[in-house]
């Protein structure tokens, strides 16, 4: 049986289950915590702090890279499950900020704010309409 490493483990084991881009990046934003450190206490657990630390550092990165990457209207068309949509809002509104990972520069960082920004506004506009047709 091979051994997985720790990023193999957090992105094979864990965020393979969430199927929207949207979605990984509101996960891994739930782990981040206000000092930069990610709390998943299995990872920790299993892999060690340093070897957590850097594969989930490493996953966040690659989900704000996987957002960025998506057309809006990709990223509009995936199915978000109703608690998806509750955790991105949450991450929305408790790491605005810290969306992108810690090591992200401050253009990528706008960048990403810009997109999400985008999304909801064009996500609670949709909501409106569908509310005024009904």
């Known amino acids: 049986m091979r051994l997985l490493s720790a990023y193999e483990d957090f992105s094979g084991r864990t965020l393979s289950v969430v199927s929207a881009r949207l979605e990984k990046l509101a996960f891994v934003c739930g782990l981040l915590q206000r000092d930069g450190s990610y709390r998943h206490w299995g990872m920790t657990r299993t892999h060690g702090d340093a070897a957590a630390q850097s594969a989930m550092l490493r996953a966040h990165g690659e989900a704000a890279a996987g957002v960025l990457r998506t057309p809006m ?43 999400l920004e985008a999304f909801w506004l064009v996500t609670r506009n949709r909501s409106s309409a569908s509310r005024r047709a009904a």
């Open 73 to 115: 209207r990709e990223l509009l068309q995936e199915e978000l499950s109703g608690e998806g949509i509750e955790d991105l809002k949450q991450a929305w509104d408790q790491h605005h900020e810290q969306l992108a990972p810690p090591a992200a520069s401050r253009a990528a960082q706008l960048h990403l704010s810009s997109v």
